[in-house]
T-cell receptor, first 115, second 113 residues
Framework: EAGVAQSPRYKIIEKRQSVAFWCNPISGHATLYWYQQILGQGPKLLIQFQNNGVVDDSQLPKDRFSAERLKGVDSTLKIQPAKLEDSAVYLC?????????????FGEGSRLTVL | DQQVKQNSPSLSVQEGRISILNCDYTNSMFDYFLWYKKYPAEGPTFLISISSIKDKNEDGRFTVFLNKSAKHLSLHIVPSQPGDSAVYFCAASAHSSASKIIFGSGTRLSIRP
């Protein structure tokens, strides 16, 4: 079974530039998550999708971050304009269960460095 | 506001001995707890979980203990093996929050020969 795919693995940009990350979840997983992991901290949930709909985006900085999930499968996370404090690993995860914490399957992450 | 705390950033244990990783939480609404393991340059992988209706869950060499009155859980690994060297994240969720999972900051476990 293929795992969660993410790209790019690494991205270096200057502040005020934009960047986009792509995620393809495990086939059949209805729930998709984007987490931000800053060095030395645990993953922080940015947004959670259930199929096409947003379940939770309370910690997404909506003035600069946006995310969409097309046709309930792939998802894209965009940052525009980027700030220095956005330097982090962006983890995509998917799960089969709905409405209850369960096992999340994470991708390898996309490491963003903002200079 | 750290709702899930792992106060030990790192832990070193001799191979074959027991590793004990600790986690504290502050939100009394949490009713489901998980441990994830992370190797460098990889995403976290699920290790073991426990519901608040239990105080212990065991899976092979891994056992998680939950003390609800103290809002504390621990992960025991016995015997510890070199492949256990990784960062371990404690996580928690509340049923009322539609599966939003809150992670701790992680503990780096090193198993020495």
């Amino acid at each position: 079974e293929a795992g969660v795919a993410q790209s790019p693995r690494y991205k270096i940009i200057e502040k005020r530039q934009s960047v986009a990350f792509w995620c393809n979840p495990i086939s059949g997983h209805a729930t998709l998550y984007w987490y931000q992991q800053i060095l030395g901290q645990g993953p922080k949930l940015l947004i959670q999708f259930q199929n096409n709909g947003v379940v939770d985006d309370s910690q997404l900085p909506k003035d600069r971050f946006s995310a969409e999930r097309l046709k309930g499968v792939d998802s894209t996370l965009k940052i525009q304009p980027a700030k220095l404090e956005d330097s982090a690993v962006y983890l995509c995860a998917s799960s089969f269960n709905r409405g209850r914490a369960g096992e999340l399957f994470f991708g390898e992450g996309s490491r963003l460095t903002v200079l | 506001d750290q709702q899930v705390k792992q106060n030990s950033p790192s832990l070193s244990v001799q191979e074959g001995r027991i590793s004990i990783l600790n986690c504290d939480y502050t939100n009394s609404m949490f009713d489901y707890f998980l441990w994830y393991k992370k190797y460098p340059a990889e995403g976290p992988t699920f290790l073991i979980s426990i519901s608040s209706i239990k105080d212990k869950n065991e899976d092979g060499r891994f056992t998680v203990f939950l003390n609800k009155s103290a809002k504390h859980l621990s992960l025991h690994i016995v015997p510890s093996q070199p492949g256990d060297s990784a960062v371990y994240f404690c996580a928690a969720s509340a049923h009322s929050s539609a599966s939003k999972i809150i992670f701790g900051s992680g503990t780096r476990l090193s198993i020495r020969p």
